[in-house]
């Protein structure tokens, strides 16, 4: 199969099995212990149908939105995800300048693989920072500092992340940072050659955001030493509360599901939250976004802005996301897949496939904007 000739989430990731490793793929596509919320994060968009008005005269279509003071070309985003450029050697920068091209915003992990001041450099659409909370308080500190002086518009805290998820797959094969391969998993390296041709002839691999204040030195840390060793289980609210204050500007919770959750975050000054169980990588079991978000979104939708991440596949998922009252959507693999297949190349293709997927859905849905879909749209099951 060849970029060309994809068409849909699922070629996608299809010729990006192809391209990988497997227990490279396995890490993109894998998730908790029997990956049930997983498949539930898309299954549960085929729970309820859309409801189209015709005869609307919809002529000209505005999918723009704004969230967290964020002025965006289309309703949906690149949610940061670590460890891109195993993916692809160009990794953050291929996706920054595929979303650039679309007027959308992308984002920057810590555990990201191209520094925040390089890819600012770089790129100019809105910037997101996915941050950890460190038991060094100072680190945390250290790094938002960072990250300001690199002109980041938005800094997210993930907090569904305080420990790593049971990843079985990656267990099966060694996956980690640095590697530690079982037989398995290096015959799978073995395998697919071009990749490590490509792996070693560009650009080192690096981790620069912990470079510059943790020791990386022999890759002693691996990422699951990185969850279990520096990440701080006790964080709470006031700890977070008092990096909202820090920040001072546009400040996120990823990792945000049920309604009490919600409210605290508007009670701290968060201006966004992201409806999110981290695409099913960490509690299998757990409930999806989409199961939550008309209840999140009626208890606090008027007074902070509401992202739904995890599922997506579709534009008529988005649709049915915004029909709830999300002012956006993000998601991972849906670029994951295409930036392993193809690089810059895959990500626009399917950012472009996505805006064609939500401006003809909205077409048909008789919605000229964003702010026209409403729960009347919707039908659930």
Same mark, same amino acid.
Request: charged share 25%; glycine share 10%.
């Given at each position: 199969?060849?970029?060309?000739?994809?068409?849909?989430? %699922?070629?996608?990731?299809?010729?990006?099995?192809?391209?990988?490793?497997?227990?490279?793929?396995?890490?993109?596509?894998?998730?908790?212990?029997?990956?049930?919320?997983?498949?539930?994060?898309?299954?549960?968009?085929?729970?309820?149908?859309?409801?189209?008005?015709?005869?609307?005269?919809?002529?000209?279509? !505005?999918?723009?939105?704004?969230?967290?003071?964020?002025?965006?070309?289309?309703?949906?985003?690149?949610?940061?995800?670590?460890?891109?450029?195993?993916?692809?050697?160009?990794?953050?920068?291929?996706? *920054?300048?595929?979303?650039?091209?679309?007027?959308?915003?992308?984002?920057?992990?810590?555990?990201?693989?191209?520094?925040?001041?390089?890819?600012?450099?770089?790129? @100019?659409?809105?910037?997101?920072?996915?941050?950890?909370?460190?038991?060094?308080?100072?680190?945390?500190?250290?790094?938002?500092?960072?990250?300001?002086?690199?002109?980041?518009?938005?800094?997210?805290?993930?907090?569904?992340?305080?420990?790593?998820?049971?990843?079985?797959? !990656?267990?099966?094969?060694? #996956?980690?940072?640095?590697?530690?391969?079982?037989?398995? /998993?290096?015959?799978?390296?073995?395998?697919?050659?071009?990749? /490590?041709?490509?792996?070693?002839?560009?650009?080192?691999?690096?981790?620069? %955001?912990?470079?510059?204040?943790?020791?990386?030195?022999?890759?002693?840390?691996?990422?699951?030493?990185?969850?279990?060793?520096?990440?701080?289980?006790?964080?709470?609210?006031?700890?977070?509360?008092?990096?909202?204050?820090?920040?001072?500007?546009?400040?996120?919770?990823?990792?945000?599901?049920?309604?009490?959750? *919600?409210?605290?975050?508007?009670?701290?000054?968060?201006?966004?939250?992201? +409806?999110?169980?981290?695409?099913?990588?960490?509690?299998?079991?757990?409930?999806?976004?989409?199961?939550?978000?008309?209840?999140?979104?009626?208890?606090?939708?008027?007074?902070?802005?509401?992202?739904?991440?995890?599922?997506?596949?579709?534009?008529?998922? &988005?649709?049915?996301?915004?029909?709830?009252?999300?002012?956006? &959507?993000?998601?991972?693999? #849906?670029? +994951?897949?295409?930036?392993?297949?193809?690089?810059?190349?895959?990500?626009?293709? *399917?950012?472009?496939?996505?805006? *064609?997927?939500?401006?003809?859905?909205?077409?048909?849905?008789?919605?000229? @904007?964003? /702010?026209?879909?409403?729960?009347?749209?919707?039908?659930?099951?």
């Amino acid at each position: 199969m060849r970029l060309k000739h994809c068409h849909n989430y %699922q070629d996608f990731r299809t010729l990006a099995r192809k391209r990988l490793p497997g227990p490279i793929f396995n890490y993109i596509d894998g998730a908790a212990d029997d990956e049930v919320t997983y498949v539930r994060n898309t299954a549960c968009f085929d729970d309820c149908d859309l409801v189209p008005n015709v005869l609307s005269g919809v002529e000209d279509i !505005d999918m723009s939105v704004t969230v967290m003071g964020q002025k965006l070309d289309m309703p949906l985003y690149c949610s940061p995800t670590a460890l891109q450029r195993l993916f692809h050697h160009r990794g953050e920068r291929a996706v *920054a300048a595929a979303a650039e091209k679309y007027g959308t915003m992308f984002g920057v992990s810590s555990l990201g693989t191209v520094s925040l001041k390089d890819i600012r450099k770089e790129f @100019s659409n809105p910037q997101v920072y996915q941050f950890y909370f460190h038991k060094d308080r100072g680190l945390n500190r250290a790094m938002m500092d960072s990250a300001k002086e690199a002109g980041v518009e938005v800094m997210m805290l993930t907090v569904d992340s305080i420990t790593g998820g049971n990843r079985e797959r !990656d267990l099966r094969t060694g #996956f980690s940072i640095p590697f530690r391969l079982t037989l398995a /998993g290096m015959i799978q390296f073995a395998i697919k050659p071009m990749w /490590g041709i490509n792996y070693v002839t560009h650009e080192k691999f690096r981790l620069p %955001q912990l470079d510059d204040f943790v020791d990386m030195s022999d890759g002693a840390l691996s990422i699951g030493r990185y969850f279990t060793e520096m990440l701080d289980p006790s964080m709470d609210w006031g700890d977070v509360a008092e990096m909202v204050k820090l920040w001072d500007g546009e400040f996120c919770l990823k990792g945000i599901m049920s309604v009490e959750d *919600a409210k605290k975050a508007v009670d701290i000054g968060c201006t966004g939250i992201i +409806l999110s169980n981290h695409g099913g990588r960490q509690l299998d079991g757990s409930r999806a976004p989409f199961d939550q978000l008309s209840e999140i979104v009626d208890a606090v939708g008027d007074q902070i802005d509401v992202i739904m991440d995890s599922g997506i596949q579709r534009g008529t998922h &988005v649709l049915k996301a915004l029909s709830l009252g999300a002012k956006a &959507v993000s998601g991972g693999r #849906f670029y +994951l897949y295409p930036l392993a297949a193809a690089g810059q190349d895959g990500v626009e293709r *399917a950012l472009g496939l996505m805006h *064609a997927e939500i401006e003809r859905g909205m077409r048909l849905m008789g919605c000229k @904007s964003v /702010g026209d879909l409403t729960s009347k749209n919707l039908r659930f099951r």
